[in-house]
């Protein structure tokens, strides 16, 4: 698995190049469009963004997968949504807006990993890679 750093170094340098582009590069990759997702630090209190993939999106819910491609660890972006669900996105390079990350039960789970895999199948390839499960979050935007 990649490191710490390494997966600093892509993050920062995906959200660089978002941003020199004028949002033309870096806001859809293999057909998903990318969230730019800002958490709170869980220890920190000071705001951590990350660049995702959503693979499956239902009405105006956005899905994103903790995967860390396959890790056994967690994203720290997914340990900080389980403190504080509030977060900000910006969602295919539109203005960020408040929303609310809620982890998907094993009910909406079973429902949704088929849908995200059988579109995306590198996901079900980093859940044979680690004995966690992998979870599925569900951005849903705060207020109208």
């Known amino acids: 698995m990649p490191s710490d ?3 600093k170094i892509v993050n920062r340098s995906h959200r660089a190049l978002a941003r020199l582009s004028g949002g033309r590069i870096g806001w859809s990759i293999n057909g998903m469009p990318v969230v730019q997702l800002t958490t709170t630090g869980r220890r920190s209190g000071a705001p951590r963004t990350s660049m995702l993939t959503s693979p ?8 994103v997968v903790a995967s860390r491609g396959g890790d056994d660890r967690h994203p720290a972006w997914y340990l900080n949504v389980l403190d504080r669900p509030e977060v900000q996105a910006a969602v295919a ?7 609310t990350a809620v982890v ?25 890679k680690t004995s ?13």
Do not use: D
């Open 56 to 63: 499956y999106q239902e009405g105006s819910t956005v899905v």
């Open 104 to 128: 998907a039960n094993e009910a909406e789970r079973a429902r949704l990993w088929p849908l995200v895999t059988g579109k995306y199948p590198h996901y079900a390839g980093y859940q044979r």
């Open 132 to 144: 966690r499960e992998i979870p599925l979050v569900k951005l849903t935007r705060v207020g109208p």
């Open 5 to 7: 750093l390494a997966l």
């Open 93 to 99: 390079g539109k203005p960020a807006v408040a929303m």
